[in-house]
């Protein structure tokens, strides 16, 4: 892991504690919005990954970005539903706030840059 990206290592901690939040969701949710989730994290991962080595690096931190809203959307539904505890859900947005604002300082630093 490239700790020399605390966006990589913030979105690592994030989904690590997320896949263990949701493999005690209940099996109708798991499949569902657990697996969509899931899914999610790990393409934001892998999209932050790949943006660290890529010349079109625009590109992946807008669609990063889109995999941030995604994630919110998804978390909202959770606590809404009672799946996920009010606690858990302000961890998760909290986190996911701070992703956003460090791929709003990339975005802004690759425009300056």
Known sequence: MNTNYPIIVKSYNLTIWYIKKIA???????YTLGEKIQNSLLELLLILSDAIYSKNKKELLTHANREIERLRLLTRLLKDLSIL???NSKFVVSSLNEIGQMLGGWTKALKNG
């Open 24 to 30: 005690k969701l209940p099996k109708n949710h798991r």
């Open 85 to 87: 505890s009010k606690d």
